[in-house]
């Protein structure tokens, strides 16, 4: 498994409300002492990594898919190399979000004749404005 990011982004955040890091919790202080962790913390850029190199591609939820990744164009071209070389294409609770706009490149949508379920993106800005 190879972490990739549309901007090589540093770990996610700590503290603050979406990091909520609690030394007390031995599982949360396990998590960001492991070897998956810091694999994580050195994600390499999505455009360095070749998507037909890998048997699946995973767009994670969270807030990325529906204000930082949807429609982004790199993401968008790793989504359609895995899927026209055969690999799996998965997504995670905001995951679908990325897949706005996502063309096979002859005008077909990726998602077209797909059942597809994700947040309503108004819920979803809602629930961004109230945790920040």
């Given at each position: 498994m190879t972490p990739a990011s549309r901007l090589n982004s540093p770990r996610?955040?700590?503290d603050g409300p979406y990091g909520a890091f609690d030394d007390n919790d031995p599982a949360k202080k396990a998590f960001f002492e492991s070897k998956a962790?810091?694999?994580f913390n050195r994600s390499r850029k999505l455009s360095e990594v070749d998507a037909g190199?890998?048997?699946a591609i995973l767009v994670p939820g969270g807030l990325g898919p529906t204000v930082d990744i949807q429609r982004n164009a790199e993401v968008q071209?790793?989504?359609v190399?895995?899927?026209t070389t055969g690999k799996l294409?998965?997504?995670v609770c905001h995951g679908p979000f990325a897949l706005l706009g996502v063309d096979?490149?002859?005008g077909t949508p990726f998602v077209r004749g797909a059942r597809c379920f994700a947040a309503r993106f108004r819920e979803t800005v809602s629930d961004s404005r109230?945790?920040?």
């Open positions: 996610p955040p700590t962790f810091r694999r190199d890998y048997d071209q790793a989504i190399r895995a899927w294409v998965t997504t096979l490149g002859d109230r945790q920040m």
